[in-house]
Nanobody
Framework: QLQFVESGGGLVQPGGSLRLSCTSS????????IGWFRQAPGKEREGVSC????????AYADSVKGRFAISRDNAKNTVYLQMNSLKPEDTAVYYC?????????????????WGQGTQVTVSS
């Protein structure tokens, strides 16, 4: 079964940067559109960004446009989320998952095979 492992989270000051990684040791990710979501305490899960299988199409939530960048390296079987100019409101657990339709729509009900997540905390 497809299983994701997210990494790269941590504690960073406002204005700082982090790069998250999403990979799988059980399946090749190249055929799949992969999305990043986040969930803060007491809030619903929110779509952050998605990239299609070739990397030629991406989507971003309005709240992260211009600050975050999604990319993939299929040779390394990894999808990345570069997060710059981080704000306290970016604090959340970040998850990756497969878009079952192969699209870049950020609707969580289109996604499956959620990872365990990586914690991102933005605080001074």
């Amino acid at each position: 079964q497809l299983q994701f492992v997210e990494s790269g989270g941590g504690l960073v000051q406002p204005g700082g940067s982090l790069r998250l990684s999403c990979t799988s040791s059980t399946y090749g990710l190249q055929p799949y559109a992969i999305g990043w979501f986040r969930q803060a305490p007491g809030k619903e899960r929110e779509g952050v960004s998605c990239i299609n299988s070739s990397g030629g199409s991406t989507a971003y939530a309005d709240s992260v446009k211009g600050r975050f960048a999604i990319s993939r390296d299929n040779a390394k079987n990894t999808v990345y989320l570069q997060m710059n100019s981080l704000k306290p409101e970016d604090t959340a657990v970040y998850y990756c998952a497969v878009n079952l339709r192969g699209s870049t729509l950020l609707q969580s009900d289109l996604y499956a095979f959620w990872g365990q997540g990586t914690q991102v905390t933005v605080s001074s």
